[in-house]
């Protein structure tokens, strides 16, 4: 049973606008959730996280918005630049240390 | 600080033999998690290791276990490979009771 919903498999976005990449999930168990960015050839690298005690994380470019009663977060990417082109996972996790991911979304953007 | 190592970065296999991939956590993880990418998925959990001890397992059979060393470094060994064990092999170190998970950059395994 898939946990971690990502309904966007891809996203193209201009260079210098906001992308803005959604996540639901359906355990209520889960109490972290985390972005990752993924480029071909390399592992998954951590992004920004955000628990689940909390509605909002920024962390430069990057912020992460939970709504806990929608089960639903949103990662938003301000400005866009061309780096940021990637496959982005969701992961969620509980109290037994193992993430569930989502499929992915491929941004691309457009310079 | 040296991050996840993983080797070897690829490897061809037919199917019915067997596989051993190694990991070497990031310098002071205490915590090894062995997770399998298939083509257009996210990653699938398989397993977790603690102090040499398996903590935790997600839905695989029992043909996929697991080692870990004294020195937090971990082996995953898949024995009668399948088709359907093709995938991308992620190995992530954290440490103990953290949620943050660090990843390295995977071993592809390609079964004929």
Same mark, same amino acid.
């Given at each position: 049973?898939?946990?971690? &919903? ?24 889960? /109490? ?22 909390? /509605? ?11 709504? &806990?009663?929608?089960? +639903?977060?949103?990662? +938003? ?18 109290? /037994?240390? &193992? ?13 | ?24 956590? =990031? ?13 257009? =998925? ?58 943050? =998970? ?11």
């Amino acid at each position: 049973d898939q946990q971690v &919903k990502q309904n966007s498999p891809s996203l193209s976005v201009q260079e210098g606008r906001i992308s803005i990449l959604n996540c639901d999930y359906t355990n209520s168990m889960f /109490d972290y959730f985390l972005w990752y960015k993924k480029y071909p050839a390399e592992g998954p690298t951590f992004l920004i996280s955000i628990s689940s005690i909390k /509605d909002k994380n920024e962390d430069g470019r990057f912020t992460v918005f939970l709504n &806990k009663s929608a089960k +639903h977060l949103s990662l +938003h990417i301000v400005p866009s630049q061309p780096g940021d082109s990637a496959v982005y996972f969701c992961a969620a996790i509980s109290n /037994d240390y &193992k993430l569930s991911f989502g499929a992915g979304t491929t941004v691309t953007v457009r310079a | 600080e040296t991050g996840v190592t993983q080797s070897p970065t690829h490897l061809i296999k037919t199917r019915g033999q067997q596989v051993t991939l190694r990991c070497s956590s =990031q310098s002071g993880h205490n915590t090894v998690s062995w997770y399998q990418q298939a083509l257009g =998925q996210g990653p699938q959990f398989i397993f977790q290791y603690y102090r040499e001890e398996e903590n935790g397992r997600g839905n695989f059979p029992p043909r996929f276990s697991g080692l870990q060393f004294p020195n937090y470094s971990s082996e995953l060994n898949v024995n009668a490979l399948e088709l359907d064990d093709s995938a991308l092999y992620l190995c992530a170190s954290s440490l103990q009771n953290s949620y943050e =998970q660090y990843f390295g950059p995977g071993t592809r395994l390609t079964v004929t």
